[in-house]
């Protein structure tokens, strides 16, 4: 539920239309209040159209509450029309039905929206559909639903208006669109007879009298002219095709809800009797802390710090400024605290060092508020805010995980079973007392505690990392962690072989998402496969899988590499990643962002920067990250919507290129600030994930789909998340791509090739791989896109493997 309140005490001000405080005797509730109910189609933008709805009654003289509900919401659903009839007459003064995934024409997509055009005459109220929800008043009103010969997701066309009723004073629209079905009318335009005078656009049909043409789209041929927006004469029903709140829709293409709102109260100010019902209310809550320790800086080493740097050119210097300049390392030991979290059971076991120290476990836990309470507890200050993580947990969230915060669970035996499920865990959490931090740019290191009165460890750490820098007079230089690699730089691995997917089942996948975006379920489908490394585990395994995250590093830099080895029985892991890709993130005062990316380009030799250019300005590759865009602000929106911060969401940087090493990627930047609204850091990861990136749009229904189309194997860490909060309160997230996962359990003894040796003990990474698939996609070219980002992990590995 979402709900945006404004306080009574708001000074009057201009109302939209330009009269002075007019509005103020509008408006109905007891509390004079106009109260909105949004349906919720389960769609990944409703957030945003909530957002622009709260922008537009900012700018009234009204007090306001928008109230959000589901399309299947219990009390109604279930119940009865009458129920819902009689809760809207008694709360309500205007409806917003929302967008969604699915057909208007099927109950279950729709749920309650189809009661709404059934109220009786004393009863109905104002109403704005949008793309799903006009497509419901369109057929409520007789007309057809019929496929568009080609789907329009994330698509930017002008629309021609009539200039009345809520397009009245609007000028030219850009308008956004996420359909693949749309209104058949059979007008005159539709059915390709000619329309003598432009005003007959804005006539109805003879076949459907009551519906009232106010928009129309004819920029592609094949699917000839698409009504873009509608009146439903004799009722105050309204509703549009395209999504005024898209990033990408221009303003006169939002100004569309000022006029609407105005329709409405206008319509509520002759019709509706008083209301009677009570607004809702939402409260906030501070977190509080109770721990206060100091980290220590003992060590800063001007000029010659170095480690396994993430994403840095020959100088040391990273290679994405905004995003790689600091590696993190975190220590583990006997005495390290973590908690695992078990989905099947929601077990959290907490233990120390090994594994078999088990210092605390529940069943049936909410592992995120547990979370939550456990962080808002564990904070320190005074660090230097330069340095991005002081000491506090590094986690990782596997894809499973990320989809039971979203109410996708396949049932048990769809599932196929992972290797040692139960002892895998889906979350880990691991208390990080003791840090070393590496500022690329400034060549600093910093050597951290948290734990009162480790100077010992300090100053012995801070001696050993500058011994341990092979110093070059000016230069920043790599060195080796000495201890893990043992010093030694080439292994014999033995016999390594791969299982990787087969391009005519990917193929066929491609098209399965296809069908479902033509269907109108998903707008985006991200597809992926996995591709299995097998690799003989004889000998020092750490110092070799080590080695192969210096080579990946070094063959693949990346502004999110991650080494993390967590050996213990039962949980012993292992990652090594080139992620290039932002989560989240973010900083102890508040400034959050995302940083999708969505669009691969792959760099062949004498690709130029220009070339990428020219390749992004493509509909299909823009297309593809507006889509993601937009989630991603949905998703932040809906923590800051009832809170002051609902306000600073903004999209700073979109369609915006990076150079890696094996490809080019588009991405954007969401932006939002935390402070002053009680909410956290943690509270906007859960309500994010999984990652939209890694899902396609609407979010909900694409990963249904995905989990069947994928066979419902488990992707694991991949697609999942992997990052660090810190104790002074910031946070950083990367989305687990580009990147081999290897578990202790996994291992399986395999048969000698020779008679008479010994069984060998063979390891499996894991790589997964994938893309984002559209109406626009073809089957061969993601297969290769796919190919191109599992290989930029796997050919590092294979180079150093075989
Ligand atoms: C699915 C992967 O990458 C994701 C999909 C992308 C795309 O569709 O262009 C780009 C970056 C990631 O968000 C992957 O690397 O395996
Ligand atoms: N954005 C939407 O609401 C989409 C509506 C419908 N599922 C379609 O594809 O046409």
Redo the contacts with the bound molecule.
Sequence with gaps: MVVRNQNESQQPGQCSDGSQGQDKEEVEGPENRLRILFIDAYDSFSNNIIALLSECLDTTANPYSIKSIKINDREFFKKSRHAFHEYLANSFDAVVVGPGPGNPTKPSDVGIIRYLWSLSDERTLPVLGICLGFQCMCIAAGAGIRHLRKPRHGQITEVVHSNKSIFAGVGEIKATQYHSLHVGLDHDIQIKKEVKVNSDLWEPSDEFPLLEPLAWDSSDKPNGAVLMAAKLRGRPFWGVQYHPESICTNAEGKKIIDNWLREAKAWLRQNRPKGKAQAVRTGVSSPTSWKRAAPNDVSEDQGHAKKQQSGVDGNGMPLHKDTGRFSILGLVDEKTIKLHYYMSERRVVVTRGSEDDIIMEHTEVDFWSLLADFKSRFVADGGDDNVPFWGGCFMTVNYEACLETIGVNATEQEIKPRANQLTQPDITVVVILRSVVIDHQYKKVFVQSITPGDQKWLRRTGNKLKESMEVSEAKFERYYMRDMTGGRSTWNYGRVSTEEPQEEDYKGKVRQCQAYIQSGDSYEL?L?DQTVVHVPQAGNVVAKDWQLYENLQKQNPAPFGAYVHLGAKGTGLTIISSS??RFFNWSRSGKCQFR?????MRKTAGTTRRDADEFFQSVKERA?LLMITDLMRHDLQGVLSDTAGAGTVKVPKVFHIEEHQTVY?QMSVITGNLRGTGKTGIDVLRASLP?G??TGAPKKRSCELLQQIEGYRARGL??GILGHFDVGGGGDFS?V??TAVKWDEDTTMEEPRRPGCAPVAMGKWRI?????VTALSTPKDEFE??VV??NSVLHPMLNLLQ
Excluded: F
């Excluded at 999708?596 to 691969?600: E, Q």
């Design positions: 991200c992926t290039p890709e999708p990316i969505k669009g691969t593809e990627q990652p990136s890694m991949y697609s989305v791509i580009r997964g791989a994938g893309g984002a896109e796919m980002k599992r």
